[in-house]
């Protein structure tokens, strides 16, 4: 396996544990030996757990002694939090060179790591600074894959994904007797999309309409703790019998007023992503309000081919 293919599993690994972490980070690593071979893959499992590094290096086992270079899709921390600093750990281990896949995106400690690690000898490098394309494009996907956390953490709100679908007519509604009219291919897109989220925010006409169960298939998911589903619904028609349903499914349901301010709360709660899975009432009204950051839209062309685009927000 060569070193950039190492560096891909380490950020494989990051991502299999998207929507599992917050409120921290989705993080992964790898551990080389001088020759380049790989002998650790770890990623952080949640928050109180080990570090990505950490579960690298202890990945290693009895190889240890040989690991020269880490990779790690995030900058070390180089504080005491709810774990040992990781600079400590890399240094403890012996390791020569770390490669970061992105900076730590909050502003008080952003580059520390980084710094302290260069100070003890270590030889650092930034893959977004690199002159090599594959590990800027590298350096890019790492900061892709921290964009909610990153969102959190300058605006204390979550990052807000919607997910509309459209058939061949242009319409949201599926037809009589129908929740969906996506291809199986598409579901397992949608549950993954669900699978990443900390929060499913939906509307009470969706619920009223088809009941959803709001569940994560097709993958085993990750998540330790409930998923939060918030339903807009302000004159109170979901009834109790669709909330208890909900809490059977592991999910901690929430009726909102007001989404502006649910989001405010749901970003104190800790919360990065959030996955609006409504009908055109709600969606309409959150595009209206520049209530998102990220837009999938998946029109169906023919019972066969459908086209997925992806929007951002700057
Ligand atoms: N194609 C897709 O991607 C997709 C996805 C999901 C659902 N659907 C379909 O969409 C249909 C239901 O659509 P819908 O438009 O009736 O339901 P919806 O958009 O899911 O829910 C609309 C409800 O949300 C509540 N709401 C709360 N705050 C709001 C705000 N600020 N702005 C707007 N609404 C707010 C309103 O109820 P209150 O007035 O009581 O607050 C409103 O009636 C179903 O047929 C379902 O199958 C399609």
């Not at 109180?48 to 086992?61: M, Y």
Request: proline share 6%.
């Amino acid at each position: 396996m060569s070193l950039h293919e190492g560096r891909l599993r380490a950020l494989a690994a990051a991502r299999e544990r998207l929507g599992a972490t917050a409120p921290n980070p989705a993080v992964g690593a790898a551990v080389f030996s001088v020759e380049g071979e790989v002998l650790g893959i770890g990623a952080h499992l949640g928050a109180g757990r080990p570090h990505a590094e950490v579960e690298a290096l202890r990945t290693c086992g009895e190889a240890l002694g040989r690991a020269h270079a880490v990779f790690v899709t995030l900058e070390p921390c180089n504080h005491q939090g709810r774990t040992p600093p990781c600079t400590a750990a890399l240094l403890q281990a012996g390791v020569r060179a770390v490669w970061i896949g992105a900076l730590d995106p909050n502003p008080h400690v952003r580059g520390g790591g980084a710094d302290a690690l260069r100070q003890a000898g270590v030889q650092v490098r930034l893959m977004a600074e690199s002159a090599s394309p594959d590990e800027r494009r590298l350096g890019h996907h790492c900061e892709d894959l921290i964009a909610p956390y990153t969102h959190w953490l300058r605006t204390g709100r979550p990052y807000v994904t919607i997910k509309r679908v459209f058939d061949a007519a242009g319409r949201m509604e599926p037809p009589p007797g129908r929740k969906t009219f996506s291809s199986h291919r598409l579901l397992e897109y949608a549950h993954r999309l669900r699978r990443e989220s900390d929060v499913l925010l939906t509307g009470s006409g969706t619920v009223l309409a088809d009941r959803p169960e709001f569940t994560v298939r097709y993958d085993l998911d990750t998540r330790t703790s409930p998923r939060r589903l918030s339903i807009c619904d302000r004159r109170g028609r979901v009834d109790d019998a669709y909330l208890a349903g909900a809490m059977g499914r592991g999910l901690l349901p929430r009726i909102v007023a007001d989404i502006e301010a649910e989001l405010d709360l749901l970003g104190a709660e800790g919360a990065h992503q959030v996955l609006v899975e409504a009908g055109p009432t709600l969606t309409g009204r959150m595009l209206d309000r520049g209530l998102w950051n990220r837009l999938v839209t998946i029109r169906q062309i023919s019972p066969e081919e459908e086209q997925v685009t992806v929007e951002r927000r700057p």
